[in-house]
């Protein structure tokens, strides 16, 4: 599957403990990446500051459905369910 254009829910949902460029510390479960835009694209997109978390996601019908608001939901829990 490929990611949906404008998703973004891999870029809120989950926590991320690496460095991205403008979040050195990383970035929190549920909080907004500050590389996403207002489209919800990612603007370091591709870039090798982009962490290897990020570029090793792969969209999964199974986590990302059919919906944005459905990948999001399921993103949300399993990032609970790994803490």
Not at 26 to 36: D, I, M, N, W, Y
Request: hydrophobic share 35%; aromatic share 2%; proline share 6%.
């Amino acid at each position: 599957m490929e990611c949906r254009l404008g998703c973004g829910a891999c870029c809120i949902a989950p926590s991320i403990s690496s460095a991205i460029p403008g979040m050195p510390e990383g970035k929190p479960a549920g909080v907004r990446c500050v590389q996403l835009d207002d489209n919800n694209l990612c603007k370091i997109f591709g870039q090798s500051g982009r962490p290897e978390v990020c570029s090793g996601f792969k969209a999964d019908r199974a986590v990302c459905g059919q919906e944005n608001s459905v990948a999001l939901s399921n993103l949300i829990v399993l990032e609970t369910l790994t803490r």
